[in-house]
């Protein structure tokens, strides 16, 4: 049993990550429907992505180093939410836009947690494997 639940909190943090990427990147699909030029889509899609690109560079580097992974996931949930209040209290204030920032900022912090997680449950591990 325990290693079924060890091979789950290892492997479920990075095939959340890879379908959150996938999901962030179905965003940038919008700057198709603006009728613009090649270099101008181009250049809307770079931009549309930078978040994307950020996270699998850091995917590439928390897959051996999770607590890396769960900090990283932790903070760019907060910074969305963050973000996402300062331009509600800028503008106007709409309780849909708390739900709707929840929906990206959920899943972020819930890999964040699974990442952290995993690196506790093989701190420990190795804990226990020094101490036998």
Do not use: C
Request: proline fraction near 2%.
């Amino acid at each position: 049993m325990g290693k079924k639940i060890n091979r789950f909190v290892y492997w479920t943090p990075r095939i959340l990550s890879i379908i959150f990427i996938l999901f962030l990147a179905m965003f940038s699909l919008d700057v198709f429907d603006m009728k613009l030029g090649f270099w101008e889509t181009a250049l809307g899609l770079f931009m549309h992505n930078i978040p994307v690109f950020v996270l699998l560079i850091v995917l590439l580097i928390f897959w051996k180093h999770e607590i890396v992974g769960g900090i990283v996931f932790i903070l760019a949930g907060t910074l969305y939410v963050a973000i996402m209040l300062m331009n509600m209290l800028r503008n106007s204030f709409e309780w849909y836009m708390v739900f709707w920032s929840l929906q990206i900022a959920g899943p972020a912090f819930l890999i964040g947690i699974l990442f952290i997680i995993n690196w506790l449950k093989k701190r420990n591990n190795q804990r226990d494997t020094l101490i036998k």
